[in-house]
């Protein structure tokens, strides 16, 4: 079945009983043997009779179509196949900041029956050299403004022949070459179960992991968390700020809103002061984005609020990536009248296994599981252990990991369930309130406490803007609680404010949980994807 005349994905697929446990019980998730993503995604769209509604929008007035988008991709896509040689199962490097036509390479790349492997715009060459090794990566197709790191790359890893750069303000490279393609293409006709990307994950720590995902796994997860719990319409104008080489993003803002109709808006740049300006600007209403943006934006909005009732044009906003802290969530709804969608996703899984709409949101919960998969909390031992019990979160559902070629793929799935590396506790009623990641858990005195409910509970002090907590090592007690908090702007910070912040501590969570130590930082120390690198404080508090 497989199209695939390249089998490297296939020849490095985890062996059958290393992998987890695919469950398709949902009448939305019968797919047929042969499936390509772009044909479902966007060409679909177009023989529908949406090929002139708008598709993807961004600044400096681009507007496309889908029979737009179309066009570009099948343009790119002959390119790829006529001029440089892609054949299917090929891994495409793609390297760019959000635009538009990163996301035309990357259907052109799904087109071809080629893997695309998504790659973040601030990655140096010797990252990126690491990932042309690992996922054997032949051809790239990159922003002309980000050329410099990988041509350096490329030097020094000649499997990797082909480069086109796109976006070239003279004209010339990708955009010359596809002028005199044809506007049409054949997509490939993928089988269901072959690779069609390879997203390496955020990892903090240790050598890059690729995960791998089939063409059928983008629908099947458009299938569970958006169709029950975002459920947008063909009118939502999606928005938001991770970099598309994140599976948040690539779901978020590409897949989830083309596979109902709607349009999509692409930031090159997406900071919360940028993102607050372009929600009006396009009239966003669903926006994704981190925990510690929507906490920036509340801070900006107080001074500055969305026009219109308080949430402007937006509708929904979901938050995931890190835990969500019921103060954000609290400060965002004051801001806009708008309770956040949380949910809890992983590269591994695709995109969002457990969340709550804005009518189940519990505060301090992360929500129930996402029709589609199943979740559980597990000891040690893998033994499920009874509700409010915290231990060990295990999923499985239709999405699941599988890493190129990895012995970790030992660590992330046993029994056919997938291990995100979270702690979590789940209540009476079904919903899973996150403890910290298993690693990270905080045991001081024979006591173990969990870094969120000290930040959470330090982010209530008005003095606070943002904080981190991570144990660090102690003669006497083991381990001791260490807060690093960014003041709000103006404060005075010294050892009035140290006692202060342990006081209000102790006066909100139980008092053995306060932070012994306090250091005062100017910024947190985070990835491109926005998550804390809790390692990097480590390293810190050990010199
Ligand atoms: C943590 C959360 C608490 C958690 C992701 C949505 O974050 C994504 O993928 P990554 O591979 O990281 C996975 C890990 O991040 N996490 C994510 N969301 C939450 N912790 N509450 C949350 N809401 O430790 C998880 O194991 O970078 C998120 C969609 C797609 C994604 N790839």
Redesign the pocket.
Known sequence: MTSHVDTFARDHLPPPEAQPEFIFDLPSLQFPPQLNCATELLDRRVVEGDGERVCLRAPGGIDWTYAELQRRANRIANVLVRELGVVPGNRVLLRGPNNPMMVACWFAVMKAGAIAVTTMPLLRAKELGQIIDKARITHALCEHALRAELEAAAAEHPVLAHVRFFNDPSGQGLDADTACQPDTFDNVATAADDTCILAF??GTTGKPKATMHFHRDLPASAACWPAHVLRPTADDVFIGSPPLA???AL?GLVVFPMSVGASTVLLEQASPPQLLDAIPEFGATILFTAPTSYRAMAEAARSQPFTAARGGTLRKCV??????PASTRALWKDATGIEII???????M???FISADEADARPGA?GKVVPGYRARIVDDEGRELPPGTAGRLAVKGPTGCRYLDDPRQADYVRDGWNY???AYVMDADGYFH?QS?VDDMIISSGYNIGSPEVEEALLQHPSVAECAVIGVPDDERGQIVKAFVVPREGVETGPSLVRALQDFAKSTIAPYKYPRAVEFLTELPRTE?G?LQRFRLRERASR
């Not at 938050?319 to 969500?324: F, I, K, P």
């Not at 949380?342 to 591994?348: C, M, Q, V």
């Open positions: 994950t955020s994140f599976t948040f779901g938050s995931a990536g890190e835990v969500l949380d949910g809890i996703g992983a590269t591994e695709f995109h969002i992360t995100t590396g979270d996150y990641r994807t998550k």
